[in-house]
């Protein structure tokens, strides 16, 4: 059976936490879609490609880097990611995995609204700016002022694009795990798929 669910939200906000959670649980196949713009980013700034290039010449290597979790990986992904030919050139990678045999969990910022409209589950995962770069500096360190400002500028950023801005579908039931523990945000989205199973 093809069952598709679809995690979308800003940084930090718990859906890569989530979907991988829910993907072990359901036996699902999951796609970290971010990391796809992420080595788009990396792959055009150390390559001195154009980011259009990076994009239809990405390989599996490229998603093998060890700096594609960096706060610079997110701002140059957030960067390419408004280009429309980038987003094209990445669709049919992200469709054809979403319709493989056994279904799939993809988290992203457009899953809901435009890779997957049909998802039989979609959820909007968001959290406070400031919860999700306090989570960010614990993982990434720095100064929590300065992450905090780059999480603002990469909202800002996603949600104002012309092209796919980050959006909850008009079904996606939203999460916001300002408050949840991990385990609380994993059972109400396990509690979702579960009721559309
Ligand atoms: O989720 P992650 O932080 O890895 O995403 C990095 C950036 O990639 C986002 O800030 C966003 O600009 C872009 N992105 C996107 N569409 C997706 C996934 C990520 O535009 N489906």
């Known amino acids: 059976m093809k069952f598709t669910v679809a ?16 993907a072990e649980r359901f036996g699902l ?5 971010g990391a796809l713009y992420r080595a788009v980013g990396m792959k055009s700034e ?6 259009i290039a990076a994009a239809k010449a990405l390989c599996p290597e490229d998603l093998e880097r060890d700096d594609l979790r960096t706060m ?9 990611a408004a280009i429309p030919e980038v987003r094209a050139a990445l669709v049919a990678f992200q469709r054809d995995f979403a319709v493989r045999e056994g279904g799939a969990v993809l988290d992203g910022r457009d899953i809901g609204t435009v890779i997957c409209p ?3 589950v979609k959820l909007f995962v968001t959290a406070s700016p400031e919860v999700r770069a306090h989570r960010r500096w614990l993982e990434l360190g720095g100064d929590e002022a300065d992450v905090l400002e780059q999480v603002r500028e990469r909202d800002a950023r996603d949600m104002g694009r012309a092209d796919s801005p980050l959006r909850p579908a008009v079904d ?7 408050e949840l523990s991990i385990e609380e945000a994993v059972a109400r989205a396990a509690d979702q798929i579960e009721a559309r199973r």
């Open 7 to 22: 995690i979308d939200g800003p940084a930090a906000a718990g859906k890569g936490t989530i979907s991988r959670a829910v």
């Open 29 to 33: 196949a999951h796609l970290d879609t």
């Open 46 to 51: 150390t390559e001195g490609l154009e980011p």
């Open 72 to 80: 610079e990986a997110g701002q140059a992904a957030s960067i390419v």
């Open 118 to 120: 049909q998802a039989e």
């Open 172 to 178: 996606a039931l939203v999460i916001d795990t300002s």
